[in-house]
């Protein structure tokens, strides 16, 4: 089967997550989000998620050290979307090297392109399933408020969601992760696509520009 590795980037709020929910369902790619788990891992009360929440509910990466092998045992053998990984460039060159060990490789990028006012306005609104992960926002309202449409749990707004930790987040997205779309282009694998249309207009760029 041909491999697919792609990994989807961009600022906080671009929709990174909802985008790779419509790749899951529709393409039947593995959605791997290290913010989803960490989330779980925490949720769960393991040692490895304790440690991580000290980094992420203040708005800071977590240690190169503990992302890499947690994500190392989530990657799978094809199809695989990588949400929110790699970030620094340490965890590219892992990246790179874990998938050479069976000789594979990052075969394309989506890079959503939004403007950091707009992502702002985004995180301010919106809100999270605490069981599913699903997100909420102006463009994909719940059909009772609070509430989650598909598992029916509630819906929370991120501990890290709040304006000045989405700050400080953004701008290490632009000092430590952008950087990181230089090195793909060099490959000539990266595709910019406009985030600030609506889900199902960014969705269909990406198909187009993933060949799906
Ligand atoms: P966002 O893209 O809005 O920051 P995520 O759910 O992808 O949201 O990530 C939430 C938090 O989890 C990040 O702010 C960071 O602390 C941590 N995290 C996720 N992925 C990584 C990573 N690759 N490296 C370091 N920290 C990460
Ligand atoms: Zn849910």
Redesign the pocket.
């Known amino acids: 089967m041909e491999q697919r590795n792609v990994i989807i980037t961009?600022?906080?709020?671009?929709g990174?997550?909802t985008q790779s929910e419509i790749l899951r369902d529709k393409y039947g790619f593995k959605h791997i989000?290290?913010?989803?788990?960490?989330?779980i891992q925490y949720a769960c009360g393991s040692s490895l998620g304790i440690e991580?929440h000290k980094?992420?509910?203040?708005?800071?990466?977590?240690?190169?050290s503990?992302?890499i092998s947690l994500?190392k045992r989530h990657l799978s053998t094809d199809k695989n979307l990588l949400?929110?990984?790699?970030?620094?460039l340490p965890?590219a060159q892992a990246l790179d090297d874990m998938l050479l060990e069976t000789d594979r490789f990052i075969t394309q990028v989506i890079a959503l392109e939004l403007s950091d006012e707009s992502a702002l306005q985004r995180?301010e609104i919106r809100q999270t399933c605490i069981h599913c992960?699903t997100v909420y926002g102006s463009a994909k309202q719940p059909a009772l408020p609070n509430f989650c449409d598909i598992c029916t749990a509630p819906l929370i707004t991120?501990a890290?969601?709040t304006t000045e930790?989405?700050r400080t987040?953004i701008a290490?997205?632009h000092s430590q992760?952008k950087p990181l779309i230089q090195l793909y282009s060099a490959r000539d694998i990266v595709h910019h696509i406009d985030a600030s249309l609506p889900p199902e207009q960014v969705a269909a760029h990406i198909v187009r520009a993933l060949k799906l």
Do not use: E
């Open positions: 961009g600022i906080q709020g671009a990174k997550g989000s290290t913010g989803n788990m960490f989330r991580a980094y992420w509910s203040i708005g800071a990466l977590v240690p190169d503990i992302t994500l949400d929110g990984f790699p970030r620094t965890q995180i992960g991120r890290d969601d930790k989405a987040r290490t997205y992760t």
